[in-house]
Every structure is written in C-alpha cells, then in structure tokens.
C-alpha cells in the first residue's frame, strides 16, 4: 500500500490533517487504534476559538457547528464572594468564541472523511514507524504503508513522539498537584456564559454543551478516584464552590458521564525527525484551564497541511523544514497562558498567606483594569493565526 502521507491518530488533529489535505488533493490514510464509535463518545474540550470556528467552516464542515455550537461573548470570573465578567465584545472586538464539543468536531470529520472516500480506519494494532529519515513506511496488524511523510496524530500517549531516537527531542514540563473531576449532566445551563470559579476548597468550571446539557469541573486531589465521588458528593461539591455568590442557585440533573484529567503542561522540541511531524497533543500538552489544547491542534494542522502542500506541488522543503519553529511560537504563548490561568484559580495545598493573597490581587487587577482584562481576553479567544 502506498500513499502521500501517513497519519497516525483519529483525534481531531489527523481527521482535520487528513481533510485538509484531501482539499488541496493530497492522499492519506488515518490509522487509528480505537474503534469508531469510541473515539465519536470520548467527551472533552468544549471551547472552540474563533480561528478553529474559521478552519472549520472554509474546510466546509462547520454546517452543524453554525447550527448548533453556541457563541460567547464573554466568561465570568467569580471569586471572593462575586462575580466578574470579562467582556470580549468590548475588549477585543469582532472575537468570539464557540461552545461547541470535541466529539461533535470528530464526529463532523468522520462523516466528511467517509463522504469523500477516505481511508480511515478504525481498531489498527500494533502501529508502528519505520525509515524516518529517508523513505518511511508504517507497520500495523500485519500490513504495511508506505509514504512520503509520516504525520504523528496519536495524542500525549501515541507511539510517535517515543518513536523518535533518544537525545533528538528536548522536553520541557510541569506537572500540578491536582486534578480535574469532569462530568456532563442532563440540566440546562444555570448560566448564559462559562463560570471559572475560584475558592478556598479549590477551583470548579459551569460550561455547558447545549441549552440542556451542562459540562462541570471540579479541582480535586490527583489521586482521586470516581469512587470517592458519587453523584451527590459532586453536586455538593459544585453547589458549595458554585453558589459563592449571592443570587446565583445551580440547577442540577442527571449525570450522564464522569471523568478525572491529570494537569499537566508538556512541550516536546522540535515537533518533527526527519519525515515524521508530531501534531497536537502528541507534541504538546497543555491545562484544560485556558481551553487550548484542541486549538493548538488545529493551528498546527493548518501549518502543517501549507508545508505539505508545498512540498507535493513543488519538492520544497522550505515550509516543512521551519513547521516545528512555526508551530512552537503559538504553543509557547498557550503554554503560558494554561499555566497562568490554572495557577490564578486553583489552589495549591503548598500555597501559603503570601501566595493566596498574590492570587487574589492578581485576579483584583484581571477584574478591574482593562489593560490587565484585555491580556486574558485575547489570549482566550486565541491569537490571529
Ligand atoms: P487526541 O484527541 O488525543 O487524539 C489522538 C488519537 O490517536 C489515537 N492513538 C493511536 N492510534 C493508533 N495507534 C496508536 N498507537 C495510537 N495512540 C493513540 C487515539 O486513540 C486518539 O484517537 O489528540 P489530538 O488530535 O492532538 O487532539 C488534542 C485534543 O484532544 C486535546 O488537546 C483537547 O481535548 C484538550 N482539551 C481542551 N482543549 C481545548 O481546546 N478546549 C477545551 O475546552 C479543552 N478542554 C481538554 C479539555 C482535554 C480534556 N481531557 C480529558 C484531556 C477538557 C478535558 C477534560
Ligand atoms: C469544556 O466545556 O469542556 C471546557 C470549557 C472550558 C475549559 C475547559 C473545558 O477551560
């Protein structure tokens, strides 16, 4: 089997990677090791920036998106007993962003990918990558795909970033003493906008799917298991961080599906060894706090599928030799961002008066002056591409 570029992972970066690039008539297969109706149910993100809502449209599989996808104006911040908005119409005009699920994204592609007569396929072992630097090829299930160039899609856990040989790569991290305890919850949203809540028992997050699914997170410890959290305890737990303003009661329903995400913050430098470019959460991780990850993924997509496209038409390498140097400058600001955001609203068991009360300050100042506002909106709403 040949084709031009071999994908590794059905997440939202090798879907979209392979869509793009089927646009500009470069072939592709997308291995993925999960089946179908997996990888359409894992819930996660749920914030789309603009430039993401963009892609997606002009690639032409934003119909349902329009329809359905919710946009925001604005977030709240809520600490200290109120409320604060951050009004993006006035800082950063004409930027919005999207609530809209991840699943639903993959799930748009899938149907886009199949439509067109892609070659996606589902519950593929044993991928492996061969020959980077000359002529890759994969390996899978007893089958083998030869190509041009390799694109590692497979998420934080894939079998392309470890694939490439010891002392290439350089990486950076950080790890947070907590967790996120995500559930998804039959109930209209008791909000119009997202709520990122800080207090003294730790952070928790009112988002929303649509006008009757409502997604919550809660800061937990890192070990905490689903078990020590029956339904009660997390609805407890969100009414008594939640409610810490007056006036506001959190509407509560069925649980419908229940999570716990470790925190952590991971860069690995260059995305790319010879003919294989890592995309996504394979190259990097970042906090749920600033609602980056998905995002990344797409802007390195469109890097990704612009090098390719002049690698194909033309035999340069220009473009593909500067994408990890092109990716890494946006990943760096959300790097920061994710960090900055999740170190503002949690709360570190480590922290001592000096700590908590740099927090509380730095929130008075995000809160009160328009300088310090504008800073979180654009970077929320996500940079230009
Ligand atoms: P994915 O989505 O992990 O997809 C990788 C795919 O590769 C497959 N795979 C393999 N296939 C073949 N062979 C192997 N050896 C393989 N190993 C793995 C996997 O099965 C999978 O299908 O990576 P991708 O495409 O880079 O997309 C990244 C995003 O999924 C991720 O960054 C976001 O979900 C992060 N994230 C958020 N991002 C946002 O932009 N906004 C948000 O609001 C947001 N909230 C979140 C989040 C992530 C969360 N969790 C659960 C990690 C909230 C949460 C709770
Ligand atoms: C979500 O709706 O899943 C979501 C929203 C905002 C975040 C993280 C996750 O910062």
Redesign the pocket.
């Known amino acids: 089997m040949r084709t031009q570029v071999g994908i590794?992972?059905?997440?939202?970066?090798?879907?979209?990677l392979s869509h793009l690039l089927h646009l500009r008539g470069i072939s592709s297969v997308v291995?993925?090791?999960?089946s179908r109706d997996?990888?359409e149910r894992?819930?996660?993100?749920?914030?789309?920036?603009q430039g993401?809502v963009d892609t997606l449209v002009e690639a032409g599989v934003g119909d349902r998106m329009m329809r359905e996808g919710l946009v925001h104006h604005g977030i709240e911040l809520r600490y200290g007993g109120s409320g604060h908005r951050i009004p993006f119409e006035k800082l950063v005009p004409g930027r919005s962003i999207t609530v809209y699920g991840?699943q639903e994204v993959?799930k748009d592609l899938i149907a886009a990918r199949l439509e067109a007569g892609g070659d996606v396929r589902f519950e593929?072992e044993?991928?492996a990558v061969h020959s980077l630097e000359a002529e890759p090829y994969l390996t899978?299930g007893g089958e083998r795909l030869d190509c041009d160039v390799i694109a590692g899609?497979?998420?934080?856990?894939?079998?392309?970033r470890p694939s490439i040989p010891e002392g290439e790569l350089t990486f950076f991290e950080r790890e947070y003493p907590f967790a996120?305890l995500?559930i998804l919850a039959r109930v209209a949203p008791s909000s119009e906008e997202l709520i990122y809540t800080r207090t003294e028992r730790g952070f928790a997050l009112h988002?929303m799917r649509s006008p009757t699914i409502s997604r919550f997170?809660l800061q937990v410890p890192p070990d905490a298991s689903l078990d020590d959290w029956p339904d009660e305890r997390i609805w407890a737990e969100l009414r008594t961080r939640l409610e810490s303003v007056p006036g506001f009661t959190l509407s509560t329903g069925e649980i419908v599906e229940k999570?716990v995400?470790p925190m952590r913050s991971f860069v690995a430098e260059p995305m790319q060894y010879g003919r294989l470019y890592l995309?996504?959460?394979?190259a990097h991780?970042?906090p749920?706090t600033?609602?980056?990850?998905?995002?990344?993924?797409v802007a390195?997509v469109r890097v990704l599928t612009d090098a390719l496209d002049l690698f194909f038409g033309t035999g340069s390498t220009e473009l593909l030799d500067g994408y990890s140097a092109a990716c890494l400058k946006r990943v760096w600001r959300a790097q920061h961002f994710s960090w900055w955001m999740t170190t503002l609203l949690h709360t570190f068991e480590s922290d001592d008066a000096y700590g908590r009360r740099l927090q509380l300050s730095y929130l008075d100042y995000v809160t009160s002056s328009e300088a310090a506002a504008t800073t979180l909106a654009e970077n929320y709403v996500g940079m230009p591409l």
């Open positions: 590794i992972g059905a997440g939202p970066a090798g879907l979209l291995l993925e090791r999960r997996y990888v894992r819930v996660r993100a749920g914030v789309l920036e993401t991840q993959v593929v044993d991928v899978f899609c497979d998420g934080f856990h894939g079998i392309s996120w995500g988002s997170y999570g995400t995309a996504g959460d394979a991780i970042v749920p600033g609602a980056k990850g998905l995002n990344l993924a390195d």
